[in-house]
């Protein structure tokens, strides 16, 4: 069959092909025909798009070579009609169902159609947003057209499961695949590890001849590609057909992984992007164990910690490994069962705790001596809250002067030049501020829950969720270091805004530079906060001490707040409306909630103080190794782990290999915060990501109390945080301390993630904000939306959307 290469590569007659002809899908393609069976297809080139889109209408000579190519495939039945952009399936983004794909063509008129949906969709809003968010380039279009198999069974294949990286995964269904792909059904799933299957579920529609046969083919084109492959296959007949074959985006490292559930509760705002590996390699290595074993007392060993961690990297982040933590919270169950834990620091926590077998936990500590020290942690439990209790200024005074000692002792030591004494500095260091801060710190954290939680549970049993609204209420106005901090933004805008009324940015940074007051009251606050910032947990992150636009920023953005509730009024009232069994409680709780609530938000503050000194000795030790040549930026340094340090110092690594090391890691990093991290994430590649469908009405988890009424405004991270207006309702995916400023400025806050102990609930309830968790606020909510928020039973309303510029489809004519 001739037909012109202008626009049309048919696979009988096309030699070589470039990928800016055929678009990535059809370039693969044409690599696997060479090797495996590939169902009959041909490429409508790039060159077709460009040319019709750019006349408005498809060009005579190509809509009679369209019709010819179908009609020549018609004659073995229905076809398939495919996107093979020039950016999609590729090792960063894949593009999976962002264009058009069209199955069961039968005419020259549908062809056509499709053809022309599938251009299309290249500037659908949907692929517009992807490419944004994975920063790619629009590219251009060309389409296949491929004979549609009647296949026996049909599916998928990772040669590396994404979240198990040492086994193949392969899910499958009877019939053609378009059902499994789109989650209609549920597939069979079959794990293979070590020559065996590992693991099946579902349906076993598989015999082991195909999933060997399916094993080797995948291994082959891994090794075509160079890389782990996503592909699709099928079989007819008994024979195996190769669909496509793309890069698999994501691929964990799991070589320490034992558990089957991860889960990102409460890192996930603390610690929301890819974790630097400097801090990631000191929580692994010194502060989980040291605050588990040391400061919780767990009677296991550090091996066995190793063995079963915590917490662990997954696609780069933070997570929970929900079944050894499952496994170590045994010893502490009475408590956490007490306190509801699970659902009241976030109900994702309980979402997951369901979907692991407790029969299958690590057996971390034999039966008799886990008895044992549950029952004699209820015991010390129980003696601490009496003693706190009754003594309740001596054991906030106890937390704080531990505070105030270990900021001392670490501000004490000398940052050094030397690669050795640097090292140690920060090993020794870091385990001094655990050991020292971490059990008082932990005590208090618990009181400042147990009275707050345990007065909603009393108040909710008569009174439902206004009792609970009414126990979240008694936080208002109370002053932690983190209240202190918003005190001291508002002190430096009320003092810019007196010399300037309209102020942004430039004018913030031309006062500070030229104002003496000013300045002085800028330094004292970078004296005591500059330790702060967002995504302070990670010790690579800037704070405001090395940032000084963040904090600009803040005092451009901060407005004269509406007045604040006095607390004393706000108790007042409450106490004097409440019925006799709710007041009693009321009364008898509230000295101990004024007492321990400060302590959370204090400790923290003193701990990146303390820690900010390891941040000074890190950046010392990368000046020593940029000066003898091992990386060019002194930021790098946290581009390593402690490990690489120590190879470095013991000689063990060349400067070559640390350079190749940090080349590396900065590459998956950029692949890394490209992806949407799920909820939940299973072994066998599954993940849940907990959502809300944008609608009049939606229902979230309450944080705080109150109502009110007032525009949405979206704000994706810290930086673009300048567009909230006063009054206006924060919506964003978590907020942390660097965040607390804006506070003063928005009416209420919607967050999509975090419990009543994230950072969001805590200040809101402080500063008597309304507040709701909503899972994907950020795109259920239109930006700019006239919103209802009810803090009191966590409902959302739209009351009336922004103006929006309705998109015109791009027009075509055939």
């Not at 933070?318 to 109900?347: C, E, F, Q, S």
């Amino acid at each position: 069959m001739k037909i012109p290469v202008e626009f049309v590569y048919f696979i009988a007659e096309a030699g070589h092909v470039d990928l800016k002809d055929v678009g990535s899908k059809g370039f693969n393609l044409f690599k696997l025909r060479n090797y495996f069976n590939v169902p009959d297809f041909a490429v409508l080139v790039t060159r077709a798009f460009q040319e019709s889109f750019s006349r408005g209408k498809l060009p005579a000579l190509f809509e009679k070579e369209i019709e010819n190519v179908l009609k020549f495939f018609f004659r073995s039945g229905a076809v398939a009609v495919r996107s093979s952009a020039t950016s999609e399936d590729t090792e960063t983004a894949s593009f999976a169902g962002m264009y058009n794909t069209s199955l069961n063509i039968k005419s020259v008129e549908e062809g056509i159609a499709a053809v022309i949906k599938t251009w299309r969709s290249l500037d659908s809003e949907r692929a517009r947003n992807y490419r944004k968010k994975m920063r790619c380039e629009r590219g251009q279009m060309a389409v296949i057209i491929q004979h549609q198999l009647d296949p026996e069974i049909s599916g998928v294949m990772f040669t590396r499961n994404p979240f198990a990286s040492d086994e193949i995964l392969i899910e499958c269904c009877s019939g053609l695949g378009d059902k499994l792909v789109s989650g209609e059904i549920e597939p069979s799933r079959y794990r293979y590890k070590n020559k065996k299957i590992a693991g099946i579920s579902g349906d076993n529609i598989l015999v082991w001849a195909q999933v060997k046969e399916l094993v080797n083919a995948g291994k082959r084109i891994e090794k075509l590609f160079g890389c782990p492959q996503d592909i699709e296959w099928a079989f007819e007949g008994g024979k195996l057909y190769i669909l496509q074959a793309r890069p698999v985006t994501t691929v964990v490292d799991t070589h320490k992984k034992k558990g089957r559930v991860w889960c990102n509760v409460n890192v996930r705002e603390t610690i929301p992007d890819p974790i630097s590996p400097m801090m990631y390699s000191i929580f692994e290595s010194i502060m989980f164990p040291l605050i588990i074993i040391d400061a919780f007392g767990v009677p296991i060993s550090r091996e066995q910690y190793y063995k079963y961690p915590a917490v662990e990297r997954v696609l780069g982040r933070l997570y929970w490994n929900v079944n050894n933590t499952m496994a170590l919270g045994r010893t502490i169950d009475p408590v956490m069962r007490l306190l509801n834990a699970d659902k009241n620091l976030d109900p994702q926590m309980a979402a997951a705790f369901k979907h692991v077998d407790v029969e299958t936990l690590p057996p971390l500590i034999p039966f008799f001596k886990l008895l044992w020290f549950s029952f004699s942690a209820m015991i010390r439990m129980t003696v601490f809250i009496i003693k706190s209790s009754i003594f309740m200024r001596g054991t906030v005074n106890k937390v704080n002067i531990v505070s105030s000692e270990t900021l001392a002792m670490a501000e004490s030591y000398e940052v050094s030049p030397d690669l050795n004494t640097g090292i140690v500095n920060v090993q020794k260091l870091i385990e001094r501020i655990v050991s020292k801060i971490s059990r008082r710190y932990f005590g208090g954290l618990f009181l400042s829950l147990f009275y707050f939680i345990f007065l909603g549970k009393i108040l909710s049993l008569r009174m439902g969720k206004k009792g609970e609204a009414i126990a979240r209420k008694t936080i208002i106005g109370l002053i932690d270091k983190t209240g202190e901090m918003v005190q001291a933004v508002e002190v430096l805008a009320d003092y810019a805004r007196k010399k300037n009324r309209s102020l942004d940015i430039t004018e913030v940074k031309k006062l500070w530079e030229k104002d003496k007051e000013f300045q002085r009251l800028f330094n004292d606050f970078i004296q005591e906060f500059g330790h702060r910032g967002p995504a302070e947990f990670d010790v690579a992150s800037l704070n405001w001490r090395e940032d000084f636009d963040m904090v600009f920023q803040l005092i451009a953005t901060h407005r004269k707040s509406k007045t604040k509730p006095v607390r004393s009024y706000v108790i007042k009232e409450m106490i004097d409306k409440a019925k006799p069994f709710e007041r009693f409680f009321i009364k008898l709780f509230l000295p101990r909630i004024n007492a321990f609530t400060p302590l959370r938000e204090s400790g923290k503050h003193y701990y990146f103080k303390a820690i900010a000194k390891v941040k000074d000795q890190l950046l010392m030790t990368g000046n020593y190794l940029v000066k003898k040549n091992y990386f060019d930026n002194i930021r790098d340094v946290f581009l390593l782990e402690l490990k690489d340090l120590n190879s470095i110092a013991a000689g063990r690594s060349t400067s070559d290999q640390i350079r190749e090391t940090i080349d590396q890691r900065k590459r998956e990093r950029t692949k890394f915060e490209m992806i949407d991290p799920p909820d939940i994430v299973f072994e066998d590649g599954r993940t849940i990501s907990f959502t809300a469908k944008q609608s009049p009405g939606m229902i979230g988890e309450p944080v705080s109390f109150g109502k009110v009424k007032g525009r949405a405004r979206i704000v994706k991270d810290f930086k673009s945080s300048s567009v909230l207006k006063p009054g206006e309702i924060l919506i964003t995916h978590h907020t942390d301390p660097g965040w607390t400023p804006l506070f003063s400025v928005c009416g209420g806050v919607i967050v999509e993630a975090g419990g009543l102990i994230c950072h969001a609930a805590m200040v809101a309830r402080e500063l008597g904000l309304p507040a709701v968790v909503l899972r994907n606020a950020t795109s259920a909510i239109p930006d700019g939306a006239l919103i209802e928020l009810d803090a009191d039973i966590g409902t959302i309303k739209i009351v009336a959307r922004s103006a929006e510029c309705g998109e015109k489809e791009p027009m075509l004519d055939t």
